[in-house]
């Protein structure tokens, strides 16, 4: 009685100490995630001070980013990082201050920052990041700088002027009669500042962020002091005078002068509408093509699990509990004959445990993250706070990994409970961990601000070792308390010998063509992903993806019965590992998309970006491996328990 008592005030403590742990986070979360500081809009009035901030260098060809400020542009007295949450170092941003400063509705013309003389080494890095075609990213009033460009030949569909964001470090040219390429670099910017007035107070709300990038050979007389005028840049000269000067090109020991004009412009865009002109706007009806398809696959289905629930198990059910006789019930054939081995305990039992209860941790994690950014918690503005949440949520859902797999690991027969939460929390995270290990090495070997740094790196092992693991350990334990889970028939002691299968229900086909339809009601989605990511874009969740999400669910659970029955069928009942295959084989097919994507649409040559790029495919491929395979498991577990369940034996 007293050892009850214990082991309850046990559980209550620990339970305790997981909802201390869980509103702790959420605090934390609270205010490194959900930062509202890009929500509320900022007012100014005329002569309010605009600092401009600068991004990290990405390019499109390489997709690796670096620091603004290892190129040599013009530096403010003082450096200040800009840090919002976690999930910003960890994508490579590195925001901080710059020299350009603007005050509100006030315009300047060719105001100069700064002039350098570049060394050997200096006019090496600014040609490979102009042949490497990097781009340049700034920040105003968090609101992304942009290139308007305009189309010339478009669709009635289309919008007349699409968005570049950033501007390229320079551009490559030929001078007549000369031997070889020139690189030229962008010294000067033509920033325009876009506003919307309020009509009832006198502040304005910035709406717009954009540039016009130019090459520009400055002259002035004399020897330069801060009070000389550049000749190229007078404020009386014609706008066109001043744009057909020389451009000013990237060589050993020239000099660069860096300038900039700020004009203001008034705009009918409202704030809370500013961001539509640079979200990603998608194709809407291959979308609705998309949405279509995925609901056909859905719709077959279900149709098929219906005919075989209604008809085919319906009428052996019936027919099978008529018999009257164990001699009768042995001349049977098909599905019914292997109830004595129907839940026989698989192979590499532990590992299956450990696989499920990782993916209920992904499971958790994603319809949670999804609602929160339904819901306005992760505003385009509030840069990488997704993945922020993502990777707190999965901290957090370590409870139920830990539930999961100890709950399958009791109903299996096993009893080593510190063994199992161990290896749940130990498995993936190692196995991501030693991934990104291997990146963050091939990235720091190239300079890269993608690379992570030690303090980020001790960071998430302190996050992964204090919370996911004791909170996959809490629920073990609690896993454990629970009474075992009942198997609806008895197994026999001595297994059944699987009679030879047909080609269409070996393991490799079935496995192969289960894949199919759960990577079919993604593709678009995993598309716009690959886009969005590849090219520099903003990407967002909409109600969309919670609604692919739920028809991703569906197919999973849908594919993974249809297979499970016709493999018992034909009297096979080691549909375990089967099952978490069959739905997990997308997996397969989302990588090999990845690849495609990667020959077709992208131009990478450099090596190490290669490396980089299907290092974060496999990690994708992996995690979507365990979440559709921890789905499909969990159908077929329901499904042959209801099956089994409705014999009288």
């Known amino acids: ?13 620990l339970n305790s100490m997981m909802i201390v742990v869980f509103l702790l986070l959420l605090l934390i979360h609270g205010s490194c995630c959900f930062n509202l500081h890009g929500v509320t809009p900022r007012e100014y009035s005329k002569g309010d001070l605009l600092e401009v901030k600068v991004n990290t260098l990405t390019s499109t060809s390489t997709q690796l980013p670096y620091m603004y400020y290892s190129l040599p542009y013009c530096r403010p007295p003082k450096l200040v990082d800009d840090i919002e949450n976690l999930g910003q170092v960890l994508s490579g941003d590195r925001i901080q201050n710059s020299p350009y400063v603007f005050r509100m509705m006030e315009p300047q013309k060719c105001t100069v920052v700064c ?16 042949d490497n075609d990097y781009r340049v990213n700034m920040i105003l009033d968090d609101l992304p700088l942009v290139v308007p460009i305009h189309r010339l030949l478009r ?17 490559q040219g030929r001078y007549v009669g000369s031997e070889g390429p020139k690189y030229f670099i962008h010294n000067h910017l033509a920033f325009t500042v876009k506003y919307h007035k309020d009509s009832n ?29 550049l000749n190229t840049c007078e404020p009386h000269s014609k706008q066109k005078d001043f744009y057909s000067n020389l451009p000013q090109e990237i060589e050993e020991k020239k000099e660069i002068t860096f300038t900039y004009n700020v004009e203001f412009q008034e705009s009918g865009t409202k704030w809370a509408s500013r961001w539509d002109a640079y979200i990603f706007e998608r194709e809407s009806r291959l979308q609705w093509f998309s949405v279509i398809s995925s609901l056909t696959i859905i719709l077959f ?51 299956l445990c450990v696989c499920v209860g990782t ?32 990777l707190l949520t999965w901290l957090l859902m370590g409870y139920f990994a830990g539930y999961a797999s100890a709950r399958l690991h009791k109903m299996f027969g096993g009893e080593e409970r510190k063994s ?45 070792l204090g919370i996911s693991v004791p909170l996959v350990f809490i629920g073990a334990y609690s896993g454990f308390k629970k009474p075992a889970i009942e198997d609806p028939v008895v197994t026999k002691k001595v297994p059944r010998e699987i009679p030879e299968q047909s080609w269409y ?9 289960g894949g199919v339809c759960p990577f079919v009601t993604i593709f678009v989605e995993f598309f716009y992903i690959l886009v969005t990511t590849c090219f520099n874009q903003f990407y967002y969740i909409s109600t969309f993806h919670f609604f692919f999400f739920i028809i991703l669910v569906i197919t999973c659970a849908e594919v993974s019965i249809v297979v499970c029955y016709f493999q018992l069928r034909s009297e096979n009942y080691l549909w375990w590992w089967r099952s978490y295959f069959t739905s997990g084989a997308s997996a397969l097919y989302l990588f090999l998309y990845a690849t495609y994507f990667f020959f077709i649409k992208l131009e990478i040559s450099n090596m190490v970006s290669v490396m980089v790029y299907f290092r974060y495919m496999l990690i994708a491929s992996l995690a979507f491996f365990v979440l559709t395979g921890t789905i499909g498991f969990y159908a077929c577990f329901w499904f042959t328990r209801f099956l089994y369940s409705s014999l009288k034996i």
Do not use: C
Request: glycine share 6%; net charge neutral; no cysteine.
């Open 1 to 13: 009685m007293m050892k009850m008592e214990s082991r309850t005030r046990l559980a209550f403590v």
């Open 115 to 130: 002039r350098i003389i570049l060394d050997a080494k200096a006019a090496k890095e600014l040609k490979e990041k102009v």
């Open 155 to 171: 669709e009635l569909r289309e919008p007349p002027i699409f968005y570049q964001f950033g501007f390229h470090v320079g551009l």
């Open 201 to 229: 107070a006198n502040i304005s709300r910035i709406v717009g962020f954009e540039v016009r990038p130019f090459s520009v050979q400055h002259k002035y007389e004399g020897i330069w002091n801060e009070k000389n005028l």
């Open 301 to 351: 289905l279900s149709g098929t699990i219906a005919v075989i629930m209604l008809r085919t198990v319906y009428a052996d059910v019936s027919k099978y509990n008529e018999l009257e006789t164990e001699e009768e019930t042995e001349d049977e054939t098909g599905w019914k004959v292997v109830h004595g081995d129907i839940f026989r305990p698989p192979s590499n039992s532990d590992l």
């Open 359 to 390: 993916g209920v941790q992904f499971l958790g994690m994603i319809p949670i993250t999804t609602m929160l950014a339904i819901l306005g918690f992760f505003p385009p503005s509030n840069r990488d706070a997704l993945s922020t949440s993502l």
């Open 420 to 464: 199992i939460a161990l290896r749940t929390a130990l498995m993936f995270p190692s196995i991501l961990f030693t991934i990104f290990f291997f990146l963050n090495t091939l990235l720091w070997s190239q300079n890269s601000s993608g690379a992570m740094p030690l303090g980020t790196i001790f960071t998430l092992v302190f996050l992964w």
């Open 505 to 513: 229900t070996k393991p490799v086909f079935s496995i192969l063509v």
